[in-house]
C-alpha cells in the first residue's frame, strides 16, 4: 500500500519560515519524481516546486527564490523549506510521486499551511 504522508504545516506570521515533510512508503522513493503542490481556496492546484531522481529542481516563480526542495533517498523523504512567507502562500499543500510516462502517480492527504499575522 503506497502512502504519502505530509506534516510540518500551521500558522505562521508574514515573513516567518515552515519545513515541510513528505515521508512514503510503499514505492521504491528513489524511483520518483517527487513534487510540492498547494491549493488555495478557489483555486485551481498548482505546482510549487519538484525534485527528480537526480536532484534536478524546478520552481513556481512564486517560490523561486524562498522555496527550497530536497529529498533523502534514505529516509524516503521529500522537504521544502519555505522561507520568507508571504498571505498568498495560504493553501493545502500536497505532495506528489510520479514517474514520467508511466501510470504511477500518488498524493498525500495534504498539509495546511496559514500565513497570518
Known amino acids: 500500500q503506497v502512502q504519502l504522508v505530509e506534516s510540518g504545516g500551521g500558522l505562521v506570521q508574514p515573513g516567518g519560515s515552515l519545513r515541510l515533510s513528505c515521508t512514503t512508503s510503499?514505492?521504491?522513493?528513489?524511483?520518483?519524481?517527487m513534487g510540492w503542490y498547494r491549493q488555495a481556496p478557489g483555486k485551481q492546484r498548482e505546482l510549487v516546486a519538484s525534485?527528480?531522481?537526480?536532484?534536478?529542481?524546478n520552481y513556481a516563480n512564486s517560490a523561486s527564490g524562498r522555496f527550497t526542495i530536497s529529498r533523502d533517498n534514505a529516509k524516503n523523504t521529500v522537504y521544502l523549506q519555505m522561507n520568507s512567507l508571504k498571505p498568498e502562500d495560504t493553501a493545502v499543500y500536497y505532495c506528489?510521486?510520479?514517474?514520467?510516462?508511466?501510470?504511477?502517480?500518488?498524493w498525500g492527504q495534504g498539509t495546511q499551511v496559514t500565513v497570518a499575522s
Open positions: 525534485i527528480t531522481t537526480g536532484s534536478r529542481t
Open positions: 510503499g514505492i521504491v522513493f528513489s524511483f520518483y519524481v
Open positions: 506528489n510521486a510520479n514517474i514520467p510516462g508511466r501510470g504511477d502517480d500518488y
